[in-house]
Every structure is written in structure tokens, then in C-alpha cells.
């Protein structure tokens, strides 16, 4: 099970951080701005984030497996048309679907990993599981660039979508869901409690302190995490002289480094939480500042090895908040709307970090070069360090509490 979902996951974002890859092909085919170019990045989060919460709702009432099998086709299916693409706008359109078909799974995925796992090994599976998106970003950027050099840029994307479809024809055969859980609210009165109505659905989602502080730190965090992937294969293209395909690939270096940083950090998280529950909201404060003085430090320098070397320790340290951040919402929410609280966060993170952040880089990179755009960007790892430190606050209350509140 966690490894047909690990590689979804993968497939998901091959599917999304493949047209990275091919950037510099379509700069040059069809003469794109910068800021053209960080949309076509940027309408699959946005997409995600319009989508994931409704799609969730649905996901948590009907079936996980089902509805993640179904995910599945509709991302690989665009990502196959995007090959056949005619101008910028039908190209932009079809990345709109794949993140239609993306809204969703990785809510649906963690809560299944959520139910089927302990609390206290929470952060590092859910970190293992997200990792995959890092992993799957490496594989994306590689194949766009390495693809499109020896074929096209339209090949590349019509390779990538085929693996997705096989995967979601083998999940529902393999993958066992949960039942679904009622949703009803513990009653003094009534130890079978009452239905749950819409204003509880939504304290259960944002009554936490914990919680927000949570969506709002992981939100700008991801905004920082996002840029480094979407665009740095185009800065080392551009500034360290390298070819497309050769870009690509030392950029996914950087990648793979922050899925091994995201597995790490939730571990640690883990181990550092078993005595003090509010170090697994400190823990991502310090990933935060870390990426900040990294990243901030590396894009000062002029390019060279010492430059890539601090960009490749920002990107493992940049990813390290993710597992804690959605273990911290999985144990705190009630487990009929896991699901849903799980896309509340993946809302945020789109909304917040991952839609806005290419767009954002790409704009300002128009007016004053990529270079002080890249350097701008961390900035917001500072914001999403004060709201990890504000939740943590707030942490072990709101753990009691939830725990209290839960049918068992």
C-alpha cells in the first residue's frame, strides 16, 4: 500500500515539475516571457488549491481508493495532451486540468497512511510519503530536459503521463480502503454523540491555533520550496552556461536533496516530540530559518561551487517542515474529516507558496533579472518561521483537547 501510494505521488509531480524541464524549449519556440513561463508552473497549483478542498469533501464521504484511482487517469490523461499542445493557451488550459485531477490525492493519500499507521510514527511516514513529491519533482525536471533534448519538448510530456494510468489501474486491486467514519460530535448527553453540522465541520477544521499557524507556516514555506524547483534549472541554464538537458539534471540533485531532507526532518520531528510535543512545530521554525540564511547567502554569491553548494544544502533543509506539519494537523483533527483537514493544508500550501511562488519569481526576474529574483524569495521562509513557533504554542493544548473530542 505505501508503496503504490509513494509512487502516485511520484507520478503526480512528474506530471507537474515536468514542463520545468522543458522551459527553455518553449522560451525559444514560442518567444515566452519569464512570467509566462512560471504560469504554466503555477495553474496546476492554483488548480489544486480551488479544487482540493470540495474534491476532498467528496473523497472523505465516498471512497479513498476509488477516487485516488480516478485522480490518477485524469492527470496522467492531460499531462498526454499537453504533448499535443498547439499555442501557449492550450497549453495553459491542459496543465489547468492536471491540477484538477491532482486536487486531492495528496489529502486522500495521507489519510489513508494516517489511519493505517500509529501516531507516533506519524510524521515519518506522511514524511516518506510527501517526500515522494520531491523524488517525483528529480524524475519530472530530468526527463523534460533530457527528453526534450533527444526528441522534443512534446515527447517529454507524453512519456511522462503513460506510467500514472498503469499505476491507477493496479491501485484499487491492491489498495484496501477504510471504512468510512461518521461524522458525529461526542455528547455529554448522548455517548453515541450527535451529527456533526456544518459550523462543527469548520471549528474542526479551523478552531485550532495550532492548526492555522500550521497552514499559514507550511504555505510560505512552500512558496520558497517551489521556486527553488520551478526555476533553477533555468538559472543554471542561464548563469553557469550549462545545456538544458545538463541543467536539469544538476537541478534535480538539488531536488532529490529536499526529499531526503523532508524524510529527515519528519523523523526527527518524531524523536524530538516523544518528551515535548511542541518541538514537532519548533523543529520546522528551525528548518525555516535555516533556509532562509542558506538560500538568502547562496544568491548573493556569484555562481560557482560555493554558490551551488549552499543552494544544494537550502534545498535539503528547505523540504524538512512537511511530515511534522501533517502529522501536526492528522492529530488534531477528527478522523471523518482527516481528509479534508489534510486538503485544508494542501489549500494553503497551493494558494499561499505553490501557485504564486513561480509566478512571483518569473515577474520579478522580468524587472530586475532571475538571479535577484532567486534572492528575494526566502524571505518568506521568516514568515513561516514565526507561525511554526506561534502554533507550537498552542500544540499541546489543542492535542488534549482533540484527542478528547474523538470517537474511538
Not at 502554533?391 to 489543542?398: A, F, M, V
Request: glycine fraction near 10%.
Amino acid at each position: 500500500m505505501f508503496v503504490l501510494t509513494f509512487l502516485l505521488m511520484m507520478s503526480n509531480f512528474v506530471c507537474r515539475q515536468v514542463i520545468v524541464g522543458v522551459f527553455p524549449f518553449l522560451k525559444v519556440q514560442w518567444t515566452l516571457t519569464d512570467a509566462q513561463l512560471g504560469s504554466l508552473a503555477s495553474i496546476v497549483a492554483l488548480t489544486v488549491g480551488l479544487m482540493t478542498l470540495p474534491i476532498s469533501l467528496l473523497v472523505d464521504r465516498w471512497s479513498r481508493v476509488k477516487s485516488i484511482a480516478a485522480m490518477a487517469v485524469v492527470w496522467s490523461l492531460a499531462t498526454v495532451a499537453c504533448g499535443f499542445a498547439g499555442s501557449y493557451s492550450q497549453l495553459l488550459a491542459l496543465r489547468g486540468v492536471i491540477g484538477i485531477g491532482e486536487a486531492g490525492y495528496g489529502s486522500a493519500g495521507s489519510a489513508i497512511l494516517s489511519h493505517v499507521f500509529p501516531e507516533s510514527r506519524r510524521s515519518s511516514v506522511i514524511g516518506g510519503f510527501l517526500a515522494a513529491a520531491l523524488f517525483g519533482s528529480v524524475v519530472g525536471v530530468v526527463l523534460g530536459g533530457v527528453l526534450a533534448t533527444h526528441l522534443s519538448w512534446q515527447g517529454a510530456l507524453i512519456v511522462v503521463g503513460i506510467p500514472g494510468l498503469l499505476l491507477a489501474a493496479l491501485y484499487p486491486l491492491v489498495v484496501r480502503d477504510y471504512a468510512t467514519v461518521a461524522l458525529l460530535k461526542p455528547d455529554s448527553a448522548n455517548h453515541t454523540g450527535r451529527k456533526m453540522r456544518l459550523v462543527d465541520a469548520l471549528k474542526e477544521l479551523f478552531g485550532s491555533p495550532a492548526m492555522c499557524f500550521t497552514y499559514l507556516g507550511s504555505g510560505l514555506q512552500v512558496l520558497v520550496q517551489s521556486t527553488l524547483i520551478a526555476w533553477l534549472p533555468s538559472y543554471l541554464n542561464r548563469f553557469y552556461g550549462l545545456t538544458p538537458d545538463r541543467a536539469a539534471i544538476k537541478a534535480a540533485m538539488v531536488v532529490l536533496l529536499g526529499g531526503v531532507g523532508m524524510f529527515c526532518g519528519g523523523y526527527l520531528a518524531d524523536h524530538a516530540s516523544r518528551k515535548n510535543y511542541r518541538r514537532r512545530l519548533q523543529l520546522p521554525a528551525l528548518y525555516a530559518l535555516g533556509s532562509f540564511i542558506l538560500l538568502t547567502t547562496a544568491f548573493s554569491l556569484p555562481p560557482g561551487s560555493k554558490q551551488f553548494f549552499l543552494i544544494a544544502l537550502g534545498g535539503f533543509v528547505v523540504s524538512g517542515h512537511v511530515g511534522a506539519a501533517v502529522a501536526v494537523i492528522a492529530g488534531v483533527t477528527h478522523p471523518g474529516l482527516r481528509t479534508t483537514a489534510l486538503a485544508t493544508q494542501v489549500l494553503a500550501s497551493n494558494l499561499i507558496g505553490l501557485a504564486p511562488g513561480p509566478f512571483i519569481v518569473g515577474t520579478l526576474s522580468d524587472a530586475f533579472g532571475l538571479r535577484s529574483a532567486m534572492a528575494i524569495i526566502p524571505l518568506a521562509s521568516v514568515g513561516a518561521a514565526i507561525f511554526f513557533q506561534l502554533g507550537s504554542r498552542h500544540l499541546p493544548t489543542d492535542v488534549v483537547f482533540s484527542a478528547a473530542r474523538q470517537p474511538h
